[in-house]
């Protein structure tokens, strides 16, 4: 029994002086998405805040493709050490595993939740030549021509597309999906004039919003976004009672010290709370949400479920 204790005592020491110890090295952050969606410049912004605390490396690794389930497979087989750890967002994190009937990982078991790190309010984004100029004129032209008005998301089953469908749904219309493998490829063909609408990240699209290179017809939540006070709400514009929007959090491989998952969620809790790192967030419109490790594993529980019903109700199947 002595030894047993002594043995426990011994790891417990271990993992404590490596969580001391920790980062001696540079760290990976996988983002399962390509450049420029609101994922990855919420990954990008916590990297140079953490590079900066840590004096060591937060190297951004963009792997992007199905989903986002090729990055996450790739974070599930990583080593467990603490140097590798992935920034997922809703649809990676709470709505793939009901969306696919097989994922090359056990969404359950193969990840450790870290923290929680800001809401992302989606806009609706339309090509600047496009005749329709408000929610409600997209909702005469998909009325008028079933299936003819287009619209782009960052891929099939994600927050995007889920706000398109739930659009859709209370609007009575039916548009055509074109799915891209990120929110930044939809976002230059949307540019391009090749899909008429999208529904992204305020935080990915308020550049081109302010710039004129793209019309923000609406965002998605309840009350409007601090970085696009001009633009309404589609509660206001056209449906009344609609809501709703994307999240980022980080994850680690399941069997990382947890010594090391409550420092970085310290760390991150630490970063999203500093004046400076949240007025950045706001004014690219996300929303940075300090929270503890337990909470942020009883919102994941909670998505999860929320999704489930919504994708069994609405017969959502991906293409």
């Keep these: 029994m002595i030894r047993i204790l002594s043995a426990l005592l011994l790891a417990l020491c271990a993992s404590h002086a490596a969580a001391q110890a920790y980062p001696a090295r540079p760290v990976t952050m996988i983002v399962p998405f390509p450049p420029g969606g609101g994922t990855d410049v919420g990954a990008r912004l916590i990297a140079q805040r953490l590079t900066a605390k840590w004096g060591q490396s937060v190297v951004v690794e963009n792997r992007g493709g199905a989903a986002g389930i090729v990055g996450m497979e790739a974070a599930a087989k990583a080593k467990p050490d603490g140097y590798t750890f992935i920034m997922g967002n809703v649809g990676t994190i709470a709505i793939n595993n009901s969306l696919y009937k097989k994922l090359p990982y056990d969404h359950e078991t193969a990840f450790a939740p870290i923290n929680f790190v800001a809401d992302l309010p989606l806009v609706m984004l339309a090509y600047p030549g496009l005749a329709a100029k ?3 004129d997209i909702i005469a032209m998909a009325k008028a021509e079933p299936g003819k008005v287009t619209f782009a998301s960052s891929g099939a089953g994600g927050a995007p ?3 398109a469908e739930i659009f859709e749904d209370m609007a009575g219309i039916k548009m055509l999906h074109v799915p891209y493998k990120g929110g930044g490829p939809a976002v230059t063909d949307l540019m391009a004039g090749h899909v008429n609408i999208l529904f992204t990240t305020v935080l990915e699209a308020v550049g081109h919003v302010k710039s004129g290179k793209l019309r923000g017809m609406a965002v998605t939540s309840s009350a409007r976004s601090p970085a696009l006070p001009d633009v309404p709400t589609v509660a206001e514009a056209a449906l009344p009672g609609f809501d709703t929007g994307s999240w980022i959090g980080l994850l680690a491989p399941a069997g990382t ?8 969620a310290a760390d991150v809790r630490d970063i999203v709370s500093e004046p400076e790192t949240r ?5 690219q419109g996300a929303l940075p949400r300090a929270m503890s490790n337990s909470r942020f594993i009883a919102l994941i529980a909670a998505e999860k479920r929320r999704y489930a019903k919504l994708i069994a109700d609405k017969n959502i199947r991906t293409e």
């Design 134 to 136: 408000t929610p409600k």
């Design 279 to 283: 007025e950045k967030f706001i004014s």
């Design 257 to 264: 010290p947890q010594a090391i998952i409550d420092k970085i």
């Design 161 to 163: 597309h889920l706000a």
